[in-house]
């Protein structure tokens, strides 16, 4: 998240709106938003709904949930996936930002 946070204003530029669901309770998850002033949205996910549905992996021996990135359009449609091996193994904001563009300029050819 805080790889995100440091781009946040260029990918609002490319008309994105970042979401961040998070496996913990309504409670610790709202704690750890306030704390870290984060400026996206946040969702608490603490019966994994949300992620499970997006088949993001858990991992025991690795610390629980693996990261899991997903882009999905204005109109609903996924875009790219990223499901990591590690907490480390996230793309990084250049990826994320040039698949944006192509999204965009996707939309802008039709």
Do not use: C
Request: proline share 5%.
């Amino acid at each position: 998240m805080a790889q995100l946070r440091q781009d946040f204003e260029r990918i609002q530029e490319l008309e994105t709106q970042v979401a961040v669901l998070g496996p913990d309770s309504t409670t610790a998850f709202k704690q750890y938003w306030l704390e870290h002033d984060l400026p996206f949205i946040g969702l608490p996910d603490p019966e994994h709904a949300v992620l499970d549905l997006f088949g993001q992996e858990i991992k025991i021996f690795k610390f629980g949930r693996m990261p899991a990135q997903v882009i999905i359009d204005k109109q609903g449609i996924m875009r790219f996936a990223h499901y990591g091996n590690n907490m480390a193994d996230i793309p990084s904001n250049d990826e994320i930002m040039e698949i944006l563009h192509e999204i965009n300029q996707a939309r802008e050819d039709k």
